[in-house]
């Protein structure tokens, strides 16, 4: 039977020639549920360029044949894994989606209501251009390197899923030794790997390449705050952030990082215990030397009634601590009963200028002991509810102008409490989780005080990683043991070399792989994004 593949078994009309395809028109497939866009304008050029360095080609295609061979066996592998799964010999077991989330498409199972950007779509879009047209070019160029000219490249649209193709001669393909078609139907996998790797590498590179121009790891910039952002109203474009709780920040991911352990913090109350056992959990014991003055002049609130604080003000309570002396004091009015007590309404920007106390501040300052206080106050910890974080902000602002000709990222800890018209301080009283992606931070500062480029490094390193992914996700869903795609190609090629089976026995083994291969995949890809959602 006369036909011509066109990579994943489609059956046409063949030409009888080893010669380069020259195709005048090329008609493009329109139906209700699949339309296709045909090309051949780089037939030549690349059939030109394949032969022309063949030799090198086939070298580099054959490193791609043992690679391509070694993933399919690995994902076969985990497609076993997900049909015992399946089977119930591990039932509820998740682990596998969660690692697939999270190292393959760079997600996490703990997010919840995920949503993803204009911007995102656009480097997704990019990305996905970027990953189809390596991986296309690598079947055209082996394909050119053992004399076959591919007969068009098709863009395609089937039902709601995109994709693109390469059309060869089917029967010269047929007649190419085993080894040679391999390293037809491998290329695309090994171009993506590679394109993996090489995103890999410029991530790596990336710092030390754009070191001229910019600052690296010495404070995440504010490049956007979202209008809806609890912070819109105190950080904007150009500002520095300094530290988080007097964690000190050196660049996004750390920013993201603590966020998630003051939010993990803000969620460890504990049934049965009183309001103040809970409020120093979530506040991870983390006070203020409160003076005897000021605490007369704040306003008392029973705890009794659920009663809160005016605005502008935040509620205060008492730590117990063992190495605190007790202060007998008939104006406080504060005990450590388990059902009652009071507490103080204060302002934040007072309480920030005050000194530390309480065991959670340990870790950053060594010179501390416990909440231990000078006599003329005692120590005050944030009175939080389940799920709310009392957060200390520190940042970097570019004005006013003489602050752009200081190192602003080198301000310390111990300075930040003096008057410095660069360094600002601000508290959020909430859910954490709630700031985490409402900022738009980049790791990179520039070294000129304009505006332009700013957003360079962002975009760069976003196109990086996405291609990264997309490119990783092309590589592995075209090595799975599935209909239509490359697997299905090398999968028929590889049952050849089993020639102690009979020729209708390697293809019923063949079908029955192929069959498997889909419903395991496709039941894998519903668990992990149902495992998203």
Known sequence: MEGR?????????????????????????????????????LNEPLFRFGRRYSRFLKAWFSMGVGFSLAVLFAVTMILLYEIVQILCLYYGNTQMSNVMNKYLFGFSSTISGLTISVADIGYLCMSSFISVSVHELGHALAAASEGIQMEY??????????GALLAFNHELLQALS??????????????????????????????????????HDEGPMVLEVSPTSPLAGHLSPGDVIISL???RINNAQEWSQIIDVLTEHSYQT?????????????????????????????????????????????????IPCSDQAMVDDDNLEVNHQRDGGVFHCFYDKDVLKLEKCGDG?????????????????????????TGVAWVKITYSSPSP??????????????????????????????????IKHSVLLTSYQ???????????????????????????????????????????????VVSHYFRILSPRRRRTILQYFLFGGTVASTIMFVRIFLVLL
């Open 270 to 318: 504990f049934q049965n215990h009183s309001l103040l056992e809970n409020s120093m959990k979530s506040s991870s014991g983390k006070g203020y030397c409160i003076p005897y003055s000021l605490v007369e002049e704040g306003k008392r609130v029973s705890l009794e009634g659920n009663r809160t604080c005016p605005d502008e003000l935040s509620a205060f309570i008492t």
């Open 361 to 385: 501040w340990g870790r950053l300052h060594s010179n501390r002991s416990s909440c231990f206080c000078s006599k003329e106050g005692t120590c005050f910890l944030p009175l939080l509810s």
């Open 401 to 434: 102008l003489q602050c752009l000709h200081l190192g602003r990222t080198r301000v310390i800890e111990d300075n930040i409490s003096k008057e410095n018209p660069c360094v600002k301080t601000f508290v959020f009283v909430g859910d954490a989780i709630s």
């Open 245 to 247: 709780d007097d964690f």
């Open 5 to 41: 593949r066109v990579r994943r078994f489609g059956r046409w009309r063949s030409n009888q020639t080893l010669l380069p395809v020259r195709v005048n028109r090329l008609s493009n497939a329109v139906s209700c549920w699949y339309c296709d866009c045909k090309s051949s304008i």
């Open 446 to 492: 520039p070294r000129w005080s304009a505006k332009f480029g700013a957003h360079l490094p962002y975009v760069l390193e976003r196109l990086l990683m996405f291609t990264f992914h997309v490119s990783m996700i092309l590589a592995l869903l075209n090595s799975l043991p599935v209909y239509f795609l490359d697997g299905e190609a090398i999968s028929e």
């Open 153 to 162: 490249i098709a863009v395609f649209l089937a039902v709601l899923f995109p």
């Open 178 to 215: 085993k080894v040679s078609a391999l390293q037809i139907y491998c290329a695309g996998i090994w171009h993506n790997a590679v394109l993996c790797a090489v995103c890999a590498w410029a991530l790596f590179l990336q710092p030390f390449i754009l070191y001229p121009f910019y600052i």
